[in-house]
């Protein structure tokens, strides 16, 4: 039970990540081909959302 529940957590991590820096990037998009710095800023951005919502709710 413990391991489904890992599973699910870091599922729905991974799927936040992927949307986050997804989204980020689409806002970011300046219609050039190379992604250069928004591709790290992206990702970047995607993996430090729980911090952003933690944050958020603590009110810092």
Known sequence: MVKK???AVLLFYLLGVLGVA???L???WDGEWS???Q???ALKMG???PLLV???ILGR
Do not use: H, K, N, R
Request: charged residues 15%.
């Open 39 to 41: 591709l790290l800023d």
């Open 47 to 49: 993996a430090t959302w």
């Open 35 to 37: 992604f250069g710095p």
């Open 5 to 7: 529940s890992v599973i």
């Open 26 to 28: 689409s806002s970011e």
């Open 54 to 56: 933690v944050d958020v």
């Open 22 to 24: 997804g989204g980020y």
